[in-house]
């Protein structure tokens, strides 16, 4: 399959996601057990996209850990999206640096 | 006349509070743009993917799936779930639409909402103004797109130490969006740490070691996001 029909089936998913509630729902969602499942999905998603692709990512396995470590660490302190991003990529830099040869 | 000022002054206002976003996302996108050439895409294919789905996690799993040769229902299926965050937010900003807004706007707004700028958009008090998020887009996706490129044209001559300090940026991202309501919510902590044993259980545990990386996300994703909303049904809250 062609990369620009890869593309063009995933903006026509992706669009349809963002624009659907904002021209169709007028009303917020009645079911409870829905929002609630709706709420959760991203947190969801998102974890087991991180774990343990993120130690996996990295060349030495103990370079993704200890990034996990400290994107977690700060990130759970307020870090904003670009300091934790940028607190990972150093971590894996400077570890590599020093396990890498 | 007015109105027109009003509208000018809000657009600035977005591409003001768009340009520290704009920023974050180059730095990401290139690492989203190493993950596309390993995919094998072309710079302008790149390009044209984050111009279109500005979305992070959901083009990293697109890349993995056209390096994969993943099949057509697939990717469609792997966009809903990696995406259906988007779902959520455009249904929180549908709630600030005012309802004379023209539907023209709803379709332009809805193009670009990412965690960032529906965050600035609904951080704003009143009414959503279309012309903030537009102000917002318009730094920030050229970055994103421009990003990607440069990630998949410059990947190769980078040693592989920065690229694999690159690649983690994406993660970072995710922990970034993951890890602050997981501290203040127990339910939301609970989701994270259950989301990574599950994940990792999924790719040693036999039978579902087999499935595509893709297949596993979405199993889990349905999984545990019913086991939460059972456990721990939200209360009514009209716009959290």
Sequence with gaps: ???????????AVIYAIRVLPLTLIRKPLRSRFLRSFLYYVPYVTLAVMTFPAIVEATQVPLAGVAALIAGAAVAFFGGSLLTVAATCCGVVFVLEWILVR | MKQAKGAKSAFAEGVRDGIPIALGYFAVAFSLGIAARDAGLTPLQGFIASVLCTASA?????????GAGAAAWEVALVTLITNARYFLMSCALSQRISPEMKNGHRYLVGAAVTDEIFGISIARPGALEPKYHYGAMAVAVPAWALGTALGILMGTILPGRVVSALGVALYGMFLAIIIPPARKERSVALCVVFGFLCSWAAGVLPALRELSAGTRTILLTLGLSALAALLFPRKEEPDA
């Design chain 1, 1 to 11: 399959m062609h990369n620009y029909l890869y593309i063009l089936i995933a903006f």
């Design chain 2, 58 to 66: 959901g083009e990293h799993a697109l890349f993995t799936l056209i």
